[in-house]
Structure formats: structure tokens, C-alpha cells
């Protein structure tokens, strides 16, 4: 039973991150049609969070075995 509501957990997170990463920058607040610039950093895409969902899948399933 305690393993489907990780499942759903990690699903619920994967959903998220994946929706959240998709989404286009705000445009700037004073009327021009200009975009703001990107944030720093790398863009989380859907195989990113997919490995790291499959990742923490594996990594709890080994420490359950212990």
C-alpha cells in the first residue's frame, strides 16, 4: 500500500515538473511586445524528469530490499 502512494507521489511531481517546464516567459509589463529574457539556468524537459523519477523509483525499491 505504501508503494502506491510513493507511485502517486513521484507521478504527481513528474506531472508538474513537466507542465511548469513547458510554459512560455512572461512578457514584459510595459506594453511592448518583447519577451522577457529566459531565466539562467537549464530548462527541465520531460526526459529529465522522467530519468529522474525512474531514478528515485530504483533507488527506493533497492533500499526496501535492504
Do not use: C, H, W
Not at 504527481?12 to 517546464?21: E, H, R, Y
Not at 512572461?26 to 525512474?54: H, V
Amino acid at each position: 500500500m505504501q508503494n502506491k502512494y510513493i507511485f502517486i507521489l513521484l507521478f504527481f511531481f513528474v506531472a508538474v515538473t513537466t507542465s511548469f517546464s513547458q510554459q512560455l516567459p512572461t512578457p514584459m509589463g510595459d506594453g511592448s511586445t518583447e519577451r522577457a529574457p529566459n531565466p539562467p539556468g537549464t530548462p527541465i524537459d520531460g526526459g529529465l524528469s522522467l530519468l529522474i523519477a525512474a531514478g528515485a523509483f530504483y533507488g527506493i525499491k533497492k533500499s526496501l530490499k535492504r
